[in-house]
C-alpha cells in the first residue's frame, strides 16, 4: 500500500481513493435501497499532518514531514470526485447494475537520487552514509503515477484489483549518458474493510498483494553496472510487495477530525534482493487533523 510518497509522493500509504471508496459503497447501497441518487454534496477540509516515511522506496533511512493539508470532494449520486495535496486526484464510480465500483486516481510519484531528496518541494541533503552508498548510482524519477481499479463490495469488504502506469526516467551518473524512460506498471490484488467502532470512531483496513512489470524493475532496482557500494544487478518483473495498512479516524467535534494511518510493507522478489535495498520491510505513518470547512 502505498504517501503518496509525497512531497516526494510515497506509495506506501493507502491509495488515493480508498476513503472516497468506502464511503461511496455505502452512499450507494444506501441510494440504491431507496431507489432514488442522493443530492450533490460538496466537502472541503484543510489542516495539518505530519508524516514519517524513508528516502526513497528500499531505503534504510528516514525522515519526518509536516505539511499543510487540503482535501475537496464532489459526490453527485454514485459519482465522486476527489482532490487532495497528501494523494492527488481521484474519481469513483459505482455501477448499479453490476455493484462494481470503478476508480481512477493521479498521484505524486517517487524519486531516488544520488545527492539528495525533497520535501515539500525543499531540497534536503543526503547524510554522508547514503549520499556514500548512492553517489555513483544513476537518478531514478517518477513525476506522476495514475492507478485504476475495479473492486465488488461485499459483506466482509471490499475486493478489488488494480493496474497502475509509473512513467520513470533513469539518470546515469556519467556525464554525457542517455537518459532512459522506462513505462513501469504494477499490478495488485486488495482487500478493503471499513466499519464504525463508536459513533466517532471509525477504522478501516487493507491489504495487498502487488506485481512489478520488467520495466518497473529495472527503473527502480536494476544497478546497471559494478560501484565501489553497490554491485551489477538485473532486476526483472514478479512480485513487488505486500503491504498492510490501518486507518482510524476520530471526530472530535461536528467539523474536526483526527486520523491516524499506518502502513507497513515488505518488499518480495527481485525488489527485495536489489543492492538499493537496504532495508525490505518499512513502515510508514501519518497524523492528520482535519478542519471540515
Not at 531516488?112 to 531514478?140: K, T, W
Not at 532486476?235 to 467535534?253: C, E, I, K, P
Request: aromatic share 10%; with cysteine.
Amino acid at each position: 500500500m502505498t504517501m503518496t510518497e509525497r512531497a516526494h509522493g510515497r506509495r506506501y500509504l493507502l491509495e488515493t481513493g480508498q476513503k472516497v471508496l468506502l464511503m461511496l459503497a455505502c452512499t450507494a447501497s444506501a441510494a440504491s435501497a431507496q431507489n432514488a441518487a442522493p443530492p450533490p454534496n460538496w466537502t472541503v477540509a484543510v489542516g495539518v499532518g505530519v508524516a514519517s516515511t524513508s528516502i526513497y522506496p528500499g531505503a534504510r533511512e528516514r525522515y519526518v514531514m509536516p505539511f499543510p493539508v487540503f482535501e475537496a470532494s464532489y459526490t453527485r449520486g454514485t459519482l465522486s470526485f476527489s482532490a487532495s495535496m497528501l494523494n492527488g486526484l481521484g474519481m469513483s464510480y459505482f455501477q448499479p447494475s453490476t455493484g462494481l465500483l470503478w476508480s481512477l486516481a493521479v498521484a505524486p510519484g517517487r524519486r531516488r537520487a544520488r545527492d539528495g531528496y525533497s520535501v515539500l518541494g525543499i531540497r534536503q541533503e543526503h547524510s554522508a552514509q547514503a549520499q556514500s552508498f548512492l553517489q555513483y548510482s544513476s537518478n531514478a524519477s517518477t513525476p506522476a503515477s495514475a492507478v485504476a481499479m475495479l473492486a465488488l463490495p461485499t459483506r466482509v469488504g471490499i475486493l478489488g484489483a488494480t493496474v497502475g502506469y509509473y512513467p520513470t526516467t533513469v539518470t546515469p551518473a556519467e556525464a554525457g549518458s542517455p537518459k532512459q524512460v522506462h513505462h513501469g506498471m504494477q499490478y495488485s490484488l486488495v482487500y478493503m474493510t471499513g466499519l464504525p467502532v463508536t459513533d466517532r470512531l471509525s477504522f478501516s483496513g487493507k491489504f495487498q498483494l502487488a506485481y512489478m512489470s520488467g520495466g518497473f524493475a529495472s527503473a527502480w532496482y536494476t544497478v546497471e553496472r559494478d560501484t565501489p557500494s553497490l554491485p551489477a544487478f538485473a532486476a526483472g518483473s514478479g512480485f513487488h510487495d505486500t503491504q498492510v495498512g490501518v486507518q482510524l479516524n476520530y471526530r472530535l467535534t461536528q467539523r474536526m477530525d483526527f486520523s491516524f494511518l499506518a502502513a507497513e510493507t515488505w518488499l518480495l522478489g527481485d525488489a527485495r534482493k536489489s543492492p538499493f535495498t537496504q532495508a525490505a520491510r518499512s513502515h510508514d505513518i501519518v497524523l492528520q487533523l482535519l478542519y471540515r470547512l
